[in-house]
Nanobody
Framework: QVQLVESGGGSVETGGSLTLSCAVS????????VGWFRQAPGKKREGVGG????????AYADSVKGRFTVSLDNAENTLTLQMTSLKPEDSAVYYC?????????????????????WGQGTQVTVSS
């Protein structure tokens, strides 16, 4: 049984930092995508950062480039999202996901429609 469990969410002030972790169990990555997504109230779920479990540079949404970093530790089965210079518009529920269809470009790992497994989500709130 595949399980993804996020941790590390919370409340910070503008300009602060948070690191989210996603513990993955019961899953073998293969060449599929893994990634982080977020959903704010009244908005669609959007990709934040994603990459192929086979390697390569992660792809990021334009809104977070230079501020967020996604990394995958295959040995520890942990997907991490480091967030810096946080802004109020980054406030959302953040989800990790696994087994996204990979079409040869990590940019494709940002599409939520391609994923089969999801964590329960963790809230991030950035105050101004």
């Amino acid at each position: 049984q595949v399980q993804l469990v996020e941790s590390g969410g919370g409340s910070v002030e503008t300009g602060g930092s948070l690191t989210l972790s996603c513990a993955v169990s019961g899953y073998t990555y293969g060449r599929f995508c893994v990634g982080w997504f977020r959903q704010a109230p009244g908005k669609k779920r959007e990709g934040v950062g994603g990459l192929s479990a086979g390697g390569g540079r992660a792809a990021y949404a334009d809104s977070v480039k230079g501020r967020f970093t996604v990394s995958l530790d295959n040995a520890e089965n942990t997907l991490t999202l480091q967030m810096t210079s946080l802004k109020p518009e980054d406030s959302a529920v953040y989800y990790c996901a696994a087994e996204g269809a990979y079409y040869g470009d990590n940019a494709g790992c940002l599409s939520p429609d391609e994923y089969n497994y999801w964590g329960q989500g963790t809230q991030v709130t950035v105050s101004s």
